[in-house]
């Protein structure tokens, strides 16, 4: 059974401080793994990964992914508390050419405390 | 404005009397998909589309129905509502290939 699984599931932090949150992942037919930031509304976009080893960053926000270990982790340094929120990794299984379905994990709560 | 619109926002209603949740995205994407959120659960997938008239089931269709007639609508209908299906709803819509997927504001259904 595909599963995405994320840790730690809630973190407190301080203002200032750096962050790691980590999303492993057993799925067939891999095709990408995605970050999203949730505050208490919908979802929104924040990376997608498909190769191993290139970081995509974003200002104080960036991600890798392992390809070979089958995890991604997403770093924010500097943080701040507009930080705080419910971070989501998704990773999408498909076949072929078509674009497939997107299996979350349940999340990380970052509190990030002034 | 790009954005993607679901109605009603709220809805509390009884086990048994089937009802319809509107999707609608003017970004004129390919792919467009239905979630649900639990607490404890996370975002779980219902069923996505490709294109018109393409669609599929994610990884918790039962009780549900979608339909794809026009790229811009993408409905979600339950025939009979029971109160396990207490949740909140997103709709969401991306390019094709780019899962860059712009979600709506959301639907809380309530079944009583």
């Known amino acids: 059974e595909d599963k995405v699984v994320q840790s730690p599931l809630s973190l407190v932090v301080h203002e200032g401080d750096t962050v790691t949150l980590n999303c492993s992942y057993e799925v067939t037919n891999f095709r990408s793994l995605l970050w999203y930031k949730q505050e208490k509304k919908a979802p929104t976009f924040l990376f997608m990964l498909t190769s191993s080893g290139i970081e995509k960053k974003s200002g104080r926000l960036s991600s890798i992914l392992d390809k070979k270990e089958l995890f991604s982790i997403l770093n924010i340094t500097a943080t701040q508390t507009g930080d705080s929120a419910v971070y989501l990794c998704?990773?999408?299984?498909?076949?072929?050419?078509?674009?497939?379905?997107?299996?979350f994990g349940k999340g990380t709560k970052l509190s990030v405390k002034p | 404005e790009a954005q993607v619109t679901q109605n009603p926002r709220y809805l509390i209603t009884v086990t048994g009397k089937k009802l319809t949740v509107t999707c609608s995205q003017n970004m004129n994407h390919e792919y467009m998909s239905w979630y649900r959120q639990d607490p404890g659960l996370g975002l779980r997938q219902i069923y996505y589309?490709?294109?018109?008239?393409?669609?599929d089931k994610g990884d918790v269709p039962e009780g549900y129905k979608v339909s794809r007639k026009e790229k811009r609508n993408f409905p979600l209908i339950l025939e009979s509502p029971s109160p396990n299906q207490t949740s909140l709803y997103f709709c969401?819509?991306?390019?094709?290939?780019?899962?860059?997927?712009?979600f709506g504001p959301g639907t809380r259904l309530t079944v009583l």
């Open positions: 589309s490709m294109n018109v008239e393409v669609t």
């Open positions: 969401a819509s991306s390019l094709w290939g780019t899962n860059e997927q712009f």
């Open positions: 998704a990773v999408e299984a498909g076949y072929g050419g078509s674009q497939g379905n997107l299996i």
